[in-house]
C-alpha cells in the first residue's frame, strides 16, 4: 500500500489488508463520500468495489444503467433505491442486485448516514448511460435527458475532492480508525 492524496491505495498487484479509515476516500457535497480499494498504480480490471456513505437527501450519482453487473449491500442506515422508476426503502442487510442493464440510483434517508458497500464487473467500464426518470428527479438524482459519455450529466455538479469524511465517529467502521 502507498499514501495518496485520497488515503492507502495499491502499489502493486498482489493482496493487502487495509482498514476502510485508512484506506482512499473521496467527498462530494452533493453525491456523499466514497471509498475506493484501488488507485491509480493498481486498479481492479474485473471487479470494482466501493463503501458509498449517504446522507440524508443525497443521492450518490445520477440514475443509470450499464453493461455490467451491479450489486449493493446496505450496510448501516437507510437508503430508497430507485430501481426501474420504482422507489423502494432499503435499510441495514439490505441486499440489491441489479442484472446488466438495470437502471437505478441510491438516495439516503432516515436519521443518519446510510453506508452502502457495491461492487460491479468491468467487463464494459464506461458503458453507463444516463436516462432522465421522473422519480429520480424529485430527488435530485437524474439527468434531464439521455447522456453519455459518463461525465457529460455531472458537469453542473461539484466535483469530486479527495479526504476521508469529517469523521468517522457516527460510521460503522470508526471504532477501529487509526
Known amino acids: 500500500m502507498e499514501r495518496s492524496e485520497y488515503g492507502l491505495t495499491a502499489a502493486t498487484e498482489g493482496w493487502f489488508v487495509v482498514?476502510?479509515?485508512d484506506a482512499a476516500w473521496m467527498t462530494n457535497d452533493y453525491f456523499g463520500e466514497a471509498c475506493v480499494?484501488?488507485?491509480?498504480?493498481?486498479?481492479?480490471?474485473?471487479?470494482?468495489?466501493?463503501?458509498?456513505?449517504?446522507?440524508?437527501?443525497q443521492p450518490n450519482g445520477l440514475y443509470h444503467h450499464e453493461r455490467d453487473q451491479e450489486d449493493f449491500l446496505v450496510l448501516a442506515g437507510e437508503c430508497i433505491a430507485i430501481v426501474e422508476g420504482v422507489e423502494r426503502r432499503m435499510r441495514s442487510w439490505d441486499f440489491l442486485h441489479c442484472p446488466p442493464g438495470t437502471e437505478h440510483i441510491f438516495v439516503g434517508a432516515g436519521e443518519g448516514p446510510c453506508v452502502i458497500f457495491m461492487a460491479g464487473g468491468r467487463a464494459h467500464r464506461g458503458s453507463a448511460v444516463y436516462?432522465?426518470?421522473?422519480?429520480?428527479?424529485?430527488?435530485?438524482?437524474s439527468a434531464e435527458s439521455d447522456s453519455t459519455p459518463a461525465d457529460r450529466p455531472y458537469m453542473p455538479f461539484p466535483q469530486w475532492e479527495p479526504g476521508p469524511p469529517a469523521s468517522f465517529d457516527e460510521l460503522p467502521f470508526g471504532l477501529g480508525a487509526s
Do not use: C, M, N, Q
Request: net charge negative; proline share 9%.
Open 131 to 141: 436516462t432522465p426518470s421522473e422519480v429520480a428527479l424529485r430527488y435530485g438524482a
Open 37 to 57: 480499494f484501488e488507485g491509480d498504480a493498481v486498479g481492479f480490471p474485473d471487479v470494482g468495489y466501493t463503501i458509498h456513505v449517504l446522507r440524508p437527501g
Open 19 to 21: 482498514h476502510v479509515s
